[in-house]
């Protein structure tokens, strides 16, 4: 009887390897949603890196983001702009992909001018960023709020595990908002 090679059992080991069942592959919404539920539960702070000078506002706050609503389907993002806690971002799960909308709301928790826009994703993104181009009702919205320049809008995020989590707003106008929140230290508040 002849031993075998180790070219040969080597052959033999690639042969049956190439057998294995091949994990299933991840869709890039779940992926994505994965990691941002990933992050429920802290705080980060962020800042402003776009140069748009419409955000000369933005660039002077403290800005803080805190994934804190979190289910299965939906992750909530209160998203603090110095002392002003009014805005939300809602990412939800849809048939197809990912959701996003905006949740505009007073101190005492009412609806304050444009509410609940937004957008699905129109194809299916990477695990690490997602696109939401503005839906049919959200352009409604801004046009009976007279809001014409948001009807064009296309608003993304990105979750890089343990370095970076960015929201952004560009328009085919040229109109470019970015935050970028550093994912290496969660805050306390």
Same mark, same amino acid.
């Given at each position: 009887?002849?031993?075998?090679?180790?070219? @040969?059992?080597?052959? *033999?080991?690639? +042969? *049956?390897?190439?057998?294995? +069942?091949?994990p299933?592959?991840?869709?890039?919404?779940?992926?994505?949603?994965?990691?941002?539920?990933?992050?429920?539960?802290?705080?980060?702070?962020?800042?402003?890196?776009?140069?748009?000078?419409?955000?000369?506002?933005?660039?002077?706050?403290? *800005?803080?983001?805190?994934?804190?609503?979190?289910?299965?389907?939906?992750?909530?993002?209160?998203?603090?702009?110095?002392?002003?806690?009014?805005?939300? =971002?809602?990412? %939800?799960? /849809?048939? #197809?992909? *990912?959701?996003?909308?905006?949740?505009?709301? &007073?101190? !005492?928790?009412?609806?304050?001018? $444009?509410?609940m $826009?937004?957008?699905? /994703?129109?194809?299916?993104? %990477?695990?690490?960023? !997602?696109e939401?181009?503005? &839906?049919?009702?959200?352009? @409604? !919205?801004?046009? #009976?709020?007279?809001?014409?320049?948001?009807? /064009?809008?296309? =608003? #993304?995020?990105?979750?890089?595990?343990?370095?970076?989590? #960015?929201?952004?707003?560009?328009?085919?106008?040229?109109?470019?908002?970015?935050?970028?929140? &550093?994912?290496?230290?969660?805050?306390?508040?």
């Open positions: 009887m002849k031993t075998p090679t180790i070219a @040969a059992a080597a052959a *033999l080991a690639l +042969t *049956l390897s190439a057998c294995a +069942t091949a299933e592959p991840v869709h890039p919404p779940d992926a994505f949603m994965a990691r941002l539920q990933a992050l429920c539960g802290q705080r980060f702070e962020g800042r402003v890196v776009s140069t748009d000078e419409a955000d000369a506002d933005f660039r002077g706050q403290r *800005l803080v983001m805190h994934v804190r609503d979190c289910a299965p389907d939906e992750v909530g993002i209160p998203f603090a702009v110095g002392e002003d806690r009014s805005r939300r =971002w809602v990412v %939800t799960r /849809t048939g #197809a992909g *990912l959701r996003l909308k905006h949740d505009h709301r &007073d101190p !005492q928790g009412e609806i304050h001018g $444009y509410h $826009y937004g957008g699905d /994703t129109a194809g299916p993104g %990477t695990a690490t960023r !997602q939401f181009p503005v &839906d049919a009702e959200s352009i @409604a !919205q801004f046009r #009976a709020g007279g809001a014409e320049v948001s009807t /064009t809008n296309v =608003w #993304a995020m990105e979750v890089h595990p343990g370095e970076m989590f #960015a929201y952004e707003l560009r328009r085919p106008s040229g109109r470019f908002f970015r935050v970028e929140f &550093d994912l290496t230290g969660p805050v306390a508040e």
